[in-house]
C-alpha cells in the first residue's frame, strides 16, 4: 500500500492527462518495491514488529518517491574515487544508494525498537498505529483516484466517429499522403507583424511547387492534441463535447484517442494505404493501434522482445524508480532484446524524424500515408538557424532575445522542408498529396514576457479565460503556417476547404468519390482553461475580422 502513495498523488495531480492505462506500469514498480523491501526486512520484522514497520515505511517511502532524483546525489562520489570513475551513470550507483537506504532503515527501525523497549510502549500499539495510518491515507487517496476514475471511465475509451469512403475508392490511383504537422508554427501574417520576420522565401518556394499557402492561416482549437484530433476526423469536436461535457472531471485522452485512432488513416487503410507514424513523446503522437509502421524512439521499452511505447506518466515513474538506471543498461543477446530502452532527446528525436522523413520521400511513391508530428520550433530551442546546437534553449533571453531562438528554429526546420518537399514532388512526379500544417501558434507568455515564469504560464494555460487575452495574444496563439499541395484541386473553387478541418474532406472528394460538405471556418478557445478541455468559447471574429458564420456553434462544435 505505501508503496503506491507517490504514485496515486501524481495520478492525482496529473490526471487532466493520464489514461487509466497510464497506471499499469507505475503499479508494477511499485509492486516491485514492496516485495524488495519485504524481502530485505523479512527477518528484522519477524525479530521486532515495531522496529519492521517503521524501517519498512522508510524504505518504501524513500524509494518509491522520486528515487532516482536521490541516487544522483551519489553520482559526484564516483567520480571523486578513483577505482570507480566512470561508474556514476550506471545502475552501480542505483545499487549502492539502495544499499544505503536500507542501511538506514535497519538502524531506525532497531533504533524504533529500542525506543519502544525504554519507554515500554506496547509494541503492537504502535505498529498497529503505524498500520493504520498508512492504510487510512492509501485507502483516502484510493477512493480519491476510484471516484476519479469512474468519472472519467468513458473518457479513456473514447471512440471517434469513422469515415465511411465508397468502395469505389478501393479502385482508384492511391498518392503518397503526407500530414506533417510543425509544432507551433505560427502564420507568415503573425511571424511578420509580431517577430519581425518575413517568411515569404518559404512560402514562394512552395507556391513554385504548386503549395496553396494560407499566410493567414489559423487553427480550429489552441492546442496540439484537439487541433490535430480536429483535422484527422475532418471534423470539431461535437461528438466530444456532447458526450463528455458534463462530467465534473474532464480529461484530454478523448482527444488523444481521436489521433490515436485516426478516421483518416482508419479510412485511408480500408482502401488499402500502409499507415507510417513519425511521432516523438507526446501521448496524441507516440503510438497508434492503426499504424503499419512507428518511428517512434521515446519511452520504447522492451523485454524479452516484446516491445511497448510508455507515455510520459509511465516513463517518468519508471525511470524515477529503482529500477531506471537498469533498463537503460540496454541487454541483448545478438539482435534479441533482452532488456533494452529507447528514449531519445528532442535533438535526436527531431534528427531521426528528418531522417526518416527523406528516407520515405526517396522511396517508390504511392499508397502511403504518413503523419509525421515534428517538435519544432517547438521549445526547446535547440537548433540554430545552420543547424547547430544553441546551448541556451530554455524560453528566456539568456544567451539571445527568446524570439531570435524561436525564429532560428523557425530558419532551421523550413531549409529541411525545402528539401525534404522537393524530394517528394520529384520521385512522386508531382502527384503527391502533403499537408504541411502547424498545430497551433507559440504561446504568447513565453516569447512577450520579460521574464519566463513557467509556474504563472501552467496556471495560467490550465484555469485562466482565453478570452482575456489580448487580440495579438490571440493571434499568435491561434494562428498556424498552413500549405496544401492537393494536385486534383481546383484552387478557383477549393481554396474556401484550405483549413485544418476541411483540407482531408477536400481529398477524400477530389481522389476517393465522396462528397463531404464543407465545414464553416470557426476559431474556439478555452474560457475556463485546460483543466476543462470540453468547454470552448469562440473567437472567430475577433480572429478574422468577419461575421462568424452562423452554422459556427457556441461551444467547439459545427455543422456543415
Known sequence: MLAMLPMLANFISNRYQVSITDLFVPALVALGIALIVTTVLWKL????????????????????ENFEGRTALFSPLFEIL?????????????????????????????AAGKLAEKKNWKTKDVAGGIFIAIAVTFGFMSL????????????????????????????????????????????DDVLKSQFGYDNSDFSNYLRELGYQV??????????????????????????????????????????????????????????GYEYTLVGNWYESSNKSPLADETVVEAGKLTIL?????????????????????????????GDFKVLWY???????????????????????????????????????YDFNADGSINPNNS??????????????????????????????DERSNGQAIVVLQADEGPYPFQLNDEIYDGTLVNNELLTGDMRKWTDAALRMKMSNQAAY?????????????????????????RYFDTSLPYLPDCHYIYPNGRDKPFAFASVTERLTGQTEDERCGANGTATP
Open 485 to 509: 499541395h492537393i494536385p486534383a484541386a481546383d484552387w478557383n473553387t477549393d481554396a474556401g476547404a484550405a483549413d485544418s478541418v476541411n483540407v482531408f474532406r477536400l481529398v477524400f472528394n
Open 395 to 424: 524560453s528566456d533571453n539568456v544567451g539571445r532575445p527568446v524570439k531570435e531562438k524561436y525564429i532560428n528554429q523557425v530558419k532551421h526546420i523550413t531549409g529541411h522542408m525545402k528539401q525534404l518537399l522537393k524530394t517528394i
Open 45 to 64: 520484522w519477524q525479530k521486532d514488529r515495531l522496529a519492521g514497520y517503521v524501517a519498512a515505511t522508510f524504505a518504501t517511502l524513500v524509494l518509491s
Open 144 to 187: 480519491n483516484v476510484a471516484k476519479d476514475l469512474a468519472l472519467e471511465w468513458p473518457q479513456f475509451f473514447h471512440q471517434p466517429p469513422a469515415i465511411e469512403l465508397p468502395e469505389s475508392a478501393k479502385n482508384k490511383p492511391k498518392p503518397d499522403i503526407y500530414y506533417i504537422v510543425l509544432d507551433r508554427f505560427a502564420s
Open 305 to 333: 522482445g516484446l516491445t511497448t511505447v510508455l507515455d510520459n506518466f509511465s516513463k517518468n515513474n519508471l525511470i524515477a524508480s529503482p529500477f531506471g538506471r537498469i533498463i537503460t543498461t540496454k541487454i541483448a543477446i
Open 214 to 271: 494560407n499566410p493567414t492561416s489559423y487553427s480550429n482549437y489552441p492546442y496540439t492534441t484537439m487541433s490535430v484530433a480536429s483535422t484527422v476526423q475532418t471534423d470539431y469536436h461535437g461528438d466530444i463535447v456532447n458526450k463528455y461535457g458534463s462530467a465534473s472531471q474532464q480529461t484530454i485522452v478523448p482527444f488523444n484517442e481521436s489521433v490515436r485512432k485516426s478516421p483518416v488513416a482508419a479510412a485511408l487503410k480500408d482502401i
Open 82 to 110: 578513483q577505482p570507480f570513475k566512470g561508474l556514476s551513470s550506471t545502475p552501480i550507483v542505483s545499487l549502492a544508494a539502495v544499499a544505503f537506504v536500507f542501511a538506514i532503515a535497519w538502524w531506525l527501525g532497531r
Open 342 to 380: 529507447e528514449n531519445l532527446g528532442d535533438v535526436d528525436q527531431t534528427k531521426l524524424q528528418l531522417a526518416t522523413l527523406k528516407e520515405m520521400a526517396n522511396e517508390s511513391s504511392g499508397g502511403r500515408f504518413i503523419f509525421a508530428h515534428l517538435l519544432t520550433p517547438h521549445e526547446p
